[in-house]
């Protein structure tokens, strides 16, 4: 701690955790604590010398030998829409699959009937509850997804319903325009790919940062989401690709080739993809929600990835027809008990390697000096009961930007 | 409600409900209401029947439209125990299978040492914290068996903490001895089958009310378990029995045949033994959390059961090696996911058939007059919800014998 600058004052310090898990080279600091000013973490260290170091900093919270760790970045989801799948749940649960669903104009044909018939404001209150949800379950920053509209006037008005929700809601919301979701059933597939790639991605690059393509049977070939990644790129946004959900297309080497920040589900993909993911850096964003949810047996193997050097991500995934779960939480048991992660590589892919999946690494994902003091403390002492004690909220405070909420 | 002799006051209504699961012949009612007094239910019905018929209840409770329904009862846990076992569940990850562990001395056998270790007042305040966890999470009546002493004293000190855990927390403990949980590695099998099934009998029958036995590989056989029961029978126990978890040793269809209220996890079953079940009334209790936790696909088959009018539970098996999940909310999910079952009929296995597999049909696990007040609060619309958002704890209040906890 010698060579830091310290301030004179800090707004608050956390002490007296179980553990500190920093996510950075300090690792986990065994009753560490980490001070926060202005929104920002400040340092991080053991309770007492912090204390001495701070003698009157005015808001001490306890973390009563509790684990305390970032706040989790949820990096997929698609939590702005209307409409109501249970009952699919229960056509899947008698026998249908998620692909004859959507072929019989269900899944997300449902849901984007709902959605265009619901107004913003309705939108926005929903998507308030979720991210409400998501907050006490230990989120800090989430990722949201347009797609339910697929025309220009719904389009639009999830990315706007998105942006509000970033604008009035505490946790920060990156927005990701989802037009290439699925083609809509009222238009030609041909048409839709022109309109994808017309002039519409200016009007939605003024409200998406990132551009993403479902390239999966059913929805986009390997060639449609190559001509989408071309001219999204083109018109200046970053790229991200849902790839080898059910069947591999090649989708992940496509992403890794064209440049994108990561490649979302894999559950099916070739050594070939793998290694071109690793030249490229591309990270890898698996979500064990969905085969969970879908009572499929087919999980991702992180162990392929992570053999690689390939940056291992989770996410939620949340959305109406494949995984409504909110919890990051569930996604660390998942990931350690059927993708092959350690209790610590689960935790770093819902902190440090998920803010990389949205390019927010600069900000949030780990403790350290600079980075938004985004903290949550849970009801265990280390990483490994974290998975452990599964199905639970573990989450007792959740800290954004240096604030309770 | 023209039958019901309504009494002048009541002490608190739970009105505007989403649903009002009652469990009964009346089943859901939508934006149902339930009248309390002195911690027990004094009728259900429409909340604007209910605000009519007491106009000057002092107490009235805004569900805000969320489900209400009778608490969770959690009728097979493991509860009382000391010692930490996440680190098996790493040595699992990377091969090792349960019944490896358990002969290599891991597994129940250092449960069993950490145990007898840990003085009575140790135990006493891990009961504590982990009964608070389940009533955060919806439970408001939990079995618990002893089991990790396997030698008198310690499974003394067990049952008495058990009991004192009822005697003090606002939850109905139930409480179960298991002896004959397995061998202890430092006795003879022979001579602890002697012990259990002679005069030591006595002594656990004036603390605990029901007898379960681990019929299974590694632990005893169809032989002994025969034995056991029907010793225990005779000291005047309730039994129950540990049947078909990893092996179908018969243990079910012996279960059923000696009168035992409930025969637990049975993911390995044959039909004669399920037949049996049927003809005795013997109660199903299938603990999803356990093949979820240990990997295996080996989920037990609900409709196998329901398919005979065998009434199935669910509870947690809360432990610290094959689940060491608290939630309820969680045994419902993989119920509907895993096992078979609808959203309504997890619920009902989660409630009154839990009920029935401790034998307090008559107190709890439905809400009706006469009942216990055992009411939770959720933060979902309709039964089909409850597993629909997997993995996170939707229960906003909890109230056990008319108070909120």
């Known amino acids: 701690m010698t060579d830091i600058d310290h301030p004179k004052q800090v707004d608050s310090i956390i002490v007296n955790s179980s553990q500190l898990l920093t996510m950075t080279e300090s690792g986990a600091i065994p009753g560490g604590a980490v001070a926060v000013q202005d929104g920002v973490v400040i340092e991080t260290g053991k309770t007492e010398d912090l204390l001495r170091i701070y003698p009157e900093c005015p808001d001490i919270i306890d973390a009563e030998n509790q684990l305390v760790m970032p706040g989790f970045v949820d990096c997929h989801t698609h939590l702005v829409f209307a409409g109501e799948r249970s009952g699919e749940m229960e056509m899947r649960l008698k026998g249908a699959s998620y692909l004859e669903i959507l072929k ?57 319903v998105a942006r509000k929700l970033s604008a009035e809601h505490p946790l920060d919301v990156i927005v990701t325009y989802l037009g290439a ?72 080497g496509l992403a890794a080739s064209s440049g994108a920040i990561s490649a979302d589900h894999l559950e099916n993909i070739g050594d070939d993809d793998l290694d071109l993911m690793a030249e490229a850096g591309t990270v890898a964003v698996l979500l064990p929600g969905v085969p969970f949810f879908l009572q499929s047996p087919d999980y991702p193997d992180a162990r392929r990835f992570i053999e690689r050097g390939i940056p291992v991500a989770l996410a939620t995934d949340f959305n109406p027809g494949s995984c409504p779960s909110y919890s990051m939480q569930m996604m660390i048991a998942l990931g350690v008990f059927y993708c092959g992660l350690t209790a610590d590589e689960a935790v770093a892919a819902a902190t440090l390697n998920a803010a990389k999946a949205i390019d927010r690494e600069d900000q949030t994902g780990s403790l350290e000096p600079g980075k938004k003091a985004d903290i949550i403390i849970l009801d265990v002492k280390s990483a490994g009961e974290l998975p452990y004690y599964f199905g639970t909220n573990l989450v007792t405070k959740t800290i954004k930007d240096g604030v309770l909420i």
């Open 104 to 160: 019989s104009g269900g899944g997300i044909h449902s849901t984007v009937r709902a959605t265009r018939d619901a107004s913003a404001e309705e939108l926005f209150n929903l998507g308030m509850e979720r991210i409400n949800r998501m907050a006490r379950n230990g989120t800090t920053t989430v990722e949201i997804k347009s797609g339910y509209g697929l025309d220009e006037e719904t389009e639009l008005k999830m990315l706007k």
């Open 181 to 252: 979701h699925t083609v809509p059933t009222e238009t030609d597939r041909k048409e839709y790919v022109r309109w994808l790639t017309g002039s519409s991605l200016e009007t939605f690059s003024e409200y998406a940062e990132f551009f993403d393509v479902f390239c999966e049977e059913g929805a986009f070939s390997l060639e449609e989401t190559k001509l989408l990644l071309d001219a999204a790129a083109n018109a200046g946004f970053r790229l991200k690709v849902h790839a080898g959900q059910f069947n591999d297309l090649g989708a992940a």
